[in-house]
Structure formats: C-alpha cells, structure tokens
C-alpha cells in the first residue's frame, strides 16, 4: 500500500497525496527554511516561516501570501478514520525537549494559566524555531530552563499541575 498524506491549508483546503506524487516534484531546497518548486510550467519559491515539527504544523510564505499548512501522515489518517484521537485520553504534565537545541524565548511564567494551543517557549534546532505550545489547559507549576540555554533531547522543560 502506498504510503498518503493529506495537507490541510488555513484550516480551509485539503489535498490528499501519495508519495509517488511527492517524489515526482520538481522542487529543490534553497536553504534549510527556502525552497524552489516549478508546478504546471510556473515557478514558486516558499519560504518556511514557523515549523511545529512535533504537530506537524508550519507556516509557509508563497509570494508575499503566507500560508497555515498541517500534514497528516499514514498513521495520523487511519486514527482519524477510525474516530480515534491519541491526544484526548493522554494528560501530560511534563514537556519535555523533542530535540537537542537552544531556548531562544519562554513566553510564560510559573504560576500562569495556559490554554490548550497557548505559545510557551521557543527551541532553537537545526536552524529553524521550533513553537512548543500547551498540550491542554492548566497551571505552569514550574519551568526548568531560561533563555539562551542548550538543552538535550527528552529534557525536562517545564511541568504543568
């Protein structure tokens, strides 16, 4: 079975790839957050603004129109098809660095209440930001880094009550 992908844009559109389509497109990677594509004899250069990698989420900037995309991978479809959701039975106090990089911003404080979505911290990796957000609504009990630090993969960042 071929391994698909759906892509969802602004919360609006959706497109359903295979990887065969993928693979077939004539893009290049400029630098690590600029790329080239040529689609339908036109062509396009994007611009990675904001990367989510942990939720699959990016914003992208397409001749001066910047762009929300989420992709949904093989395993992520088949939950949703089958009316499951990983994330509703999982209450998560801890978070933890998803890579080894730098903390460029925590944008909270201890004792602040955050919504489930709410922006906390910023990590630095691999040349690109990467947007820690809350994984539900709660209490920051306590954040265990500051701005400017290295931090390892699986690092302890802040824990929520």
Same mark, same amino acid.
């Given at each position: 079975?071929?391994?698909?992908? !759906?892509v969802k844009v602004n919360d609006t559109w959706e497109f359903t790839y295979t990887q065969t389509e993928i693979d077939s497109l004539d893009s290049r990677e400029i630098s690590?957050?600029?790329?080239?594509?040529?689609?339908s004899n036109k062509s396009f250069k994007g611009d990675? #603004?904001?990367? @989510?990698?942990?939720? !699959?989420?990016?914003?992208?900037? $397409?001749?001066?129109?910047?762009?929300?995309?989420?992709?949904? *991978? #093989?395993? @992520?479809?088949?939950?949703? @098809?089958?009316?499951l959701s990983l994330g509703q039975a999982l209450v998560v106090n801890d978070i933890k660095a998803p890579m080894p990089?730098?903390?460029?911003? $925590?944008?909270?404080?201890?004792g602040d209440t955050v919504k489930e979505?709410?922006?906390?911290? $910023?990590?630095e990796a691999?040349?690109?930001? *990467?947007?820690?957000? /809350?994984p539900r609504d709660g209490v920051?009990? /306590?954040?265990?880094? !500051?701005k400017g630090q290295t931090v390892e993969k699986? #690092?302890?960042l802040i824990e929520m009550e």
């Open positions: 079975m071929e391994k698909k992908y !759906k690590p957050l600029n790329y080239h594509l040529i689609s990675i #603004q904001k990367a @989510d990698f942990l939720n !699959k989420k990016y914003t992208v900037k $397409v001749k001066n129109n910047t762009y929300r995309v989420g992709i949904s *991978n #093989q395993m @992520d479809l088949l939950i949703e @098809d089958m009316g990089g730098l903390i460029l911003d $925590v944008t909270i404080a201890e979505g709410d922006y906390l911290l $910023v990590l691999m040349k690109m930001e *990467n947007t820690l957000t /809350a920051v009990k /306590a954040i265990t880094v !500051k699986n #690092q302890l």
